[in-house]
C-alpha cells in the first residue's frame, strides 16, 4: 500500500462547477500538506500549504485538513478552463523534511 | 527570476548511450532537487542537494545513475549506460529552505526534461 493514496482519475467537469479532489494517507506523522498544480508539460507549481488540520482558503481554492481520518482535500470553486491541470497532493512530517511523499495526480479537464 | 532552468527540454537516445541532463537552479537556493516523473511510480525524489553537497541519494535507482552539483548555480544527472526503463520526465528543482515544510521554502521545479531511451 502507498503511503500517499489519491485516485488519478481522470475528472471531467463543465466551466463553473465545483471541483473536488482529495487524498488519503497512512502515516500519522504527516503535519504538512501540499497541493500541486502541474500544466501539461511543465514541472509541479505549489498552489496550496497548510499545516496541520483545519481550512485555508486562498481566492477560489479551499484545502481542507481532516487528521484524524487523514485525508486531505482540495476543492476549486468557480472552476474555469484554465484550471485545467493534474492536482498532485504531498506531504512530510517536519518543517525541514526534505523529501515529500507525493500522490500520483488527479487530471482535471473543466469544459467550456 | 527566471526559474529553475532545466537542459535539454527532450532528448531521445539510444539504448546503452550516455545522457546528461543539466540544471541551473534559481540564484539563493541552497538546496538542489532531482526528480524523476512516470505514470506507474509518479513523482521520486532521486537525489538532494544542500549546500552543494550530496545529502541524500538513496533514491537514486541503481549505480547507473549519478549527479553532481560542483558549484552552487549548477548540476548535473548523469545516466550511463541509459537503458528503456529511464524514459520518464525527470526535474530538477530548488529551494531556499531545507524543505517544503514551512511556506517561505517553496520547491520551484523545472520545466523538466524529457527523456525516451529507444
Known amino acids: 500500500q502507498k503511503e500517499v493514496e489519491q485516485d488519478p482519475g481522470p475528472l471531467s467537469v463543465p466551466e463553473g462547477a465545483i471541483v473536488s479532489l482529495n487524498c488519503t494517507y497512512s502515516?500519522?506523522?504527516?503535519?504538512?500538506f501540499m497541493w500541486y498544480r502541474q500544466y501539461s508539460r511543465k514541472g509541479p507549481e505549489l498552489l496550496m500549504y497548510t499545516y496541520s488540520s483545519g481550512n485555508k482558503e486562498d481566492g477560489r481554492f479551499t484545502a481542507q485538513v481532516d487528521k484524524s481520518s487523514k485525508y486531505i482535500s482540495l476543492f476549486i470553486r468557480d472552476s474555469q478552463p484554465s484550471d485545467s491541470a493534474t492536482y498532485l497532493c504531498?506531504?512530510?512530517?517536519?518543517?525541514?523534511?526534505?523529501?515529500?511523499?507525493f500522490g500520483a495526480g488527479t487530471t482535471v479537464t473543466v469544459r467550456a | 527570476d527566471a526559474g529553475v532552468i532545466q537542459s535539454p527540454r527532450h532528448e531521445v537516445t539510444e539504448m546503452g548511450q550516455e545522457v546528461t541532463l543539466r540544471c541551473k537552479p534559481i540564484?539563493?537556493?541552497?538546496?538542489l532537487f532531482w526528480y524523476r516523473q512516470t505514470m506507474m511510480r509518479g513523482l521520486e525524489l532521486l537525489i538532494y542537494f544542500n549546500n552543494n553537497v550530496p545529502i541524500d541519494d538513496s533514491g537514486m535507482p541503481e549505480d547507473r545513475f549519478s549527479a553532481k552539483m560542483p558549484n552552487a548555480s549548477f548540476s548535473t544527472l548523469k545516466i550511463q549506460p541509459s537503458e528503456p526503463r529511464d524514459s520518464a520526465v525527470y526535474f530538477c528543482?530548488?529551494?531556499?529552505?531545507?524543505?517544503?515544510?514551512?511556506?517561505?521554502?517553496?520547491?520551484?521545479f523545472g520545466e523538466g526534461s524529457w527523456l525516451t531511451v529507444v
Open positions: 528543482a530548488s529551494s531556499l529552505g531545507v524543505g517544503q515544510g514551512a511556506t517561505g521554502n517553496t520547491i520551484y
Open positions: 502515516n500519522s506523522a504527516f503535519q504538512y
Open positions: 504531498a506531504m512530510s512530517a517536519g518543517s525541514n523534511d526534505y523529501k515529500l511523499s
Open positions: 540564484s539563493g537556493h541552497n538546496s
